[in-house]
């Protein structure tokens, strides 16, 4: 159990910049998800950590042993950082049975013989892949190779373990199991988990904590999960965390307006610098409620079912927004029918400067 | 999300701290055997051409290059390429669309034998030719004359069109078989598809299909070409009777008639660069029209083609077919077999005339017996070395990345298209003690530095392929569980290419066992390859016995091919 600390990180591929004086302290004992969009630089990231590339600046320590540091000219090779990793394309090596790849890192650690073999049997019966022990990998379907890769990965004592993007490649169902099995084991082995991934949900279904990086590759919000769907940071984090709804703003003559092609008058406090032009109204859509009284009105285009939900599509002015009621909701105040016209309030709401080039809801 | 393919260097990188690491040591390794395998040889030979003394002289290959002789080999070389090429490539696609797309009977014997002639040495099939249809004595020829009452031979094979036809019946499987395999790939809804829009079968056969299949047409003919181009055995058997010269067996005669000495190997040398020109402007050629066409639409899995019904034609095809295999491969044989029982070449094929004394001969003789294990041993050597080799430098290459590896890709490709002779020429100038004194002419030696030279690129691209199949991942999972890099490549990556390794060594293996056009420049008084004493056999007039030593040679090279097609069944099952 240990911390992990990046510090100043700056990478670069060429002239591409991928990292750009990176800081990230990773709590101990915690599973934090590094979410970020394709290509923000998370697997640069890990890449880094693993000692699989040198950054140009910076430092990485892993508690209180330094891993790499560019000023000291420390740099701690590969297969001496003791950091278990689990590959996106899982890297169980297809010419070893499975038993054999979980035994190879214990192999390297010289670890006794006979204490091989219970504790890399230990760590597959937590993967519940015991009596696939003699399997050769293509015998075995992506799930399980999967969990070779995680066995293999948490056989021995890791500080940490690094997971980039493990389950992406699972169907719905085994991806949920998975979760909760990452879960379990984090419990059992009390390790630091660095996940990396792009899929928010899973993000929030897993993590203790999230760190949101963006496309630069900058971050731009550490926090728990809570923290950040319920106070993102800017725009980015409120745009990448859940859907969102933006309308432009601007001061009309009766007061602060939407502008949806045509001009509806909003009633909610607009703090003044966004009344001063370019700035756009953030909402979500479970932010948005019906309210028969409300001066603001939309028409029903669609309502789709969603097993715990009802997903609208509303036209507000000539805009299409997106809303979502609860099935409580639905209860007590009934549904809204295809083609109506329906009266909506905002709940909580927003304000970001516009993107360039406009944004769709 | 993309893992990141080309940033292997990385791990470079990371090492590269220590003073001394391993990835900068193969690199270093690979530059410098590459160096000495095949930039000296070839520096050699243009240095050679055009320098004498250390002074820049053009005078020599001025006067190679007007010579009426050497203008009239290069015309011949490219007449004999140009249609060989055009002939075998027609030859190949139709019998690849035939075997591959049409309800003709009994496919697979069929492509099996269609294969053969491959794997059987053109210069073999030369020879047997000649007895059948040489000008003067011909056994076909004679027979031939006497049934229909001529006073001449029918038929001479001692001429360009003859060398054109051997040429054409060994080396249209190139074609064949490249084409063969991507009919068998190619997405049938492709064609169906044509159809239901309203084309016609034969619409669909020139509009869909062989468009479809141009790129693979490119590659085989492109095979054809350089091989006819740099091609010795066959025109050296078939022209030399009748003076007619390509630029390798001028080469070859402007060196013998000189004895070997040194301004004979810079006469070489000067029409070595001729032959090089014209095999460069051939692959660049190749290469503009190549480059008009990439698909990914063929696949890489098999799938079932519908198959074209010839109704009325599938008999008189099928007898064509049949026809063709009996011409090409079992006629030869069966007159190689034959002449070898003969007691003197010229007797009738009687059977009073028959004996094993040849056979006793070959065996016996010490000659022989060396030269089939010289053979084996150069064979054997230079799989194993190119094997290492090539699988070191395919690994620099793909994996390590370092500056320059494109040169070095360059560099290990170079000797692909180098014809055989050239390279041989190279190897002489360069060790025969000019360069720090080395002198390995007439030792085995000098055989097995030219053999690697020439087959180094054959393991390079298997090891290369199979390379580009271990994803990063592999190697960089290893080392994240504590082993060093060293330890990732014994556990992991080599382990991993081992089946291409050992395939990338027999295809070193045999095609150097049966091998003349190298050694046939190189070998010495007591290093005579088995192609060499077979040539040198019948150059000194003891055909039946040459015979004799060609059959044993075809003999091993079919055993040796039935154990690999078994040995690389096995491995694809594991």
Known sequence: ?361 | MKRMDGVSPDLAAVDGRRRFNMDKMMTAVCFILLLIIVVIPIVMIVYNAFFYEGKFEISLFVEQLTEPNNLGAMWNTLKIAVFTTILGTVMGVFYAWLLGRSDIPAKGLMRALFNIPYMFPPFLGAMAWDMMFNGRSGYINKWLRDLLGLSVMPININSVWGIVFVEVSYYFPFVFMQVVSALERMDPTLEESARIAGAKQRQVIWKITLPLVKPAISAGALLILTTSLAHFGVPAILGYAKRIYTLPTRIYEVIYNSGGSFDGIRQGAAISVMLVVVVAAALILQNRILSAGSYDIIKGKSMRPTLIKLRGAKIPLFILAIFTLIMIVIVPLVMIVLISFLKAYGLPLEFKNFTFAQYEKVFSANGTIASIRNSLFVSITAGIICMFLGTLVAYVVQKIRPKGKGALEVISMLPYAIPGTVLSIGVILAWSGRILGINLYNTIWIILVAYLARYLSFSMKTSSAALLQVHSSLEEAARVCGASHTESLADVTLPLIRPAMVSGFFLIFLPAMREVTTSILLYGPYTRTLGVQIYSLRDAGMIPQAAALATVAIGIIIILNTIVTKLTKDRKGV
């Not at chain 1, 980039?164 to 998975?178: G, S």
């Open chain 1, 1 to 361: 159990m240990a911390n992990v600390r990046f510090e100043d990180i700056t990478f670069r591929y060429g002239t591409n910049t991928v990292l750009e004086h990176f800081s990230l302290d990773v709590e101990s004992g915690k599973i934090v998800c590094l979410v970020g969009p394709s290509g923000c630089g998370k697997t640069t990231l890990v890449r880094a950590l693993l000692g699989l590339i040198k950054p140009e600046t910076g430092s990485i320590t892993v508690g209180d042993r330094c891993l790499f540091d560019a000023k000291k000219r420390i740099n701690v090779a590969a297969e001496k950082r003791n950091i278990g990793i689990v590959f996106q394309d899982y890297a169980v090596w297809p010419h070893m049975t499975v038993l054999e790849n979980v035994c190879y890192p214990l192999k390297k650690q010289r670890v006794p013989k006979d204490e091989i073999q219970k504790r890399a049997m230990r760590a597959l019966e937590q993967v519940h892949m015991t009596e696939y022990a003699r399997h050769l990998p293509n015998q075995l379907s992506g799930g399980q190779q999967q969990r070779v890769a995680i066995a293999r990965a948490i056989v021995v004592d890791s500080d940490v373990l690094v997971m980039d993007e493990p389950i992406t490649n699972l169907d719905a169902k085994l991806r949920e199991e998975m979760l909760l099995e990452i879960r379990m084991i984090q419990k059992r082995l009390g390790a630091t988990i660095l996940y990396i991934t792009h899929d928010q949900q899973s993000a929030l279904q897993l993590c203790d904590k999230m760190a949101i990086m963006q496309q630069d590759g900058t971050l731009c919000q550490y926090g728990s999960d809570e923290e950040i769907i319920l106070r993102p940071a800017n725009r980015f984090t409120f745009e990448f965390i859940g859907v969102s709804n933006f309308i432009p703003v601007l001061n009309s003559a009766a007061g602060p307006a939407l502008d949806c092609g045509e001009q509806i008058p909003y009633s909610g406090d607009v703090p003044a610098e966004a009344l001063a032009g370019g700035w756009e109204i953030g909402v979500r859509p479970n932010d948005i409620v019906f309210d028969a009284g409300s001066p603001m009105r939309a028409r029903v285009d669609s309502r789709v079912f969603l097993g715990s939900e009802y997903n609208y599509f509303l036209s507000l002015g000539k805009k299409q927004i997106r809303m979502q009621q609860s099935m409580l909701d639905a209860r007590t105040q009934g549904i809204a029918d295809e083609g109506s016209e329906v009266g909506i309030r905002f709940l909580n709401v927003r304000f970001y400067p516009a993107k360039k080039g406009g944004s769709a809801a």
